[in-house]
């Protein structure tokens, strides 16, 4: 089935310890996203890529980056976790624009939630 | 900025009837669309029910309906006939027509009681 994939499910990292999640789609989507989804509270988005073109939100901070090698790829850096980055991120993929017009559905993996030590 | 309110943090209902979620946002903006995603207990988030702005009919998806308000800004979502399955966080989320990035509320916890 097409769909998004995150890895890993689980990630424990120390503080300041350099950590990657990795997102993977099959959905041949041009636009992907990383949000961020601290407990109890609504996702927030960090950045998202149009092809190749990355777009930063303008609150996430440089602790944060992001690389998409492919269409079907993209990775969320995270160079020194603090404790306050413990959270699930979520990665989701849509087309440029709905047939039709109008902004396409986003379709969301099931997260990683990360833990800080 | 655009903002999305969602002022009810939990709720429940009992199997086979009906509840509403409500919502509100704030924009200044024209076109624009409205979103209701499901976030079920360690599942992924899917897409429920979408509405364009510039579309007066409400959505309506099998068991869930909206009723868009669009000059009180309210965009609120009726569940009919629940059912366990529909556990879940519920997000309203709001995007610029010319945008992608979308907005979230706080999102409301729905228990579906046996």
């Known amino acids: 089935?097409?769909?998004?994939?995150?890895?890993?499910?689980?990630?424990?990292?120390?503080?300041?310890?350099?950590?990657?999640?990795?997102?993977?789609?099959?959905?041949?989507?041009?636009?992907?996203?990383?949000?961020?989804?601290?407990?109890?509270?609504?996702?927030?988005?960090?950045?998202?890529?149009?092809?190749?073109?990355?777009?930063?939100?303008?609150?996430?901070?440089?602790?944060?980056?992001?690389?998409?090698?492919?269409?079907?790829?993209?990775?969320?850096?995270?160079?020194?976790?603090?404790?306050?980055?413990?959270?699930?991120?979520?990665?989701?993929?849509?087309?440029?624009?709905?047939?039709?017009?109008?902004?396409?559905?986003q379709y969301f993996g099931p997260g990683t939630r990360l833990t800080v030590l | 900025a655009q903002t999305v309110t969602q002022s009810q943090p939990e709720m429940s209902v009992q199997e086979a009837e009906t509840v509403t979620l409500s919502c509100t946002y704030d924009t200044s903006e024209n076109n624009y669309y409205l979103f209701w995603y499901k976030q079920p207990p360690s599942r992924q988030m899917i897409l429920v029910i979408r509405q364009e702005a510039y579309k007066q009919q409400n959505a309506t998806e099998n068991r869930f309906s909206v009723n868009f308000q669009k000059a009180a800004k309210s965009f609120s979502l009726k569940i009919s006939d629940s059912q366990l399955g529909d556990t879940a966080m519920y997000f309203c989320a709001f995007t610029l027509g010319s945008a992608r990035q979308l907005t979230f509320g706080s999102g409301t916890q729905l228990t579906v009681l046996p």
């Open chain 1, 1 to 105: 089935d097409a769909m998004v994939i995150q890895n890993p499910r689980y990630q424990v990292t120390q503080f300041g310890k350099p950590v990657t999640l990795s997102c993977s789609q099959t959905l041949n989507h041009n636009v992907m996203y990383w949000y961020q989804q601290k407990s109890s509270q609504a996702p927030k988005l960090l950045f998202h890529y149009y092809d190749k073109d990355f777009n930063n939100e303008a609150d996430t901070p440089d602790n944060f980056q992001s690389r998409r090698p492919n269409t079907s790829f993209c990775f969320l850096d995270i160079r020194s976790p603090g404790l306050g980055d413990a959270a699930m991120y979520l990665c989701a993929t849509s087309r440029a624009y709905q047939a039709g017009g109008g902004p396409d559905t």
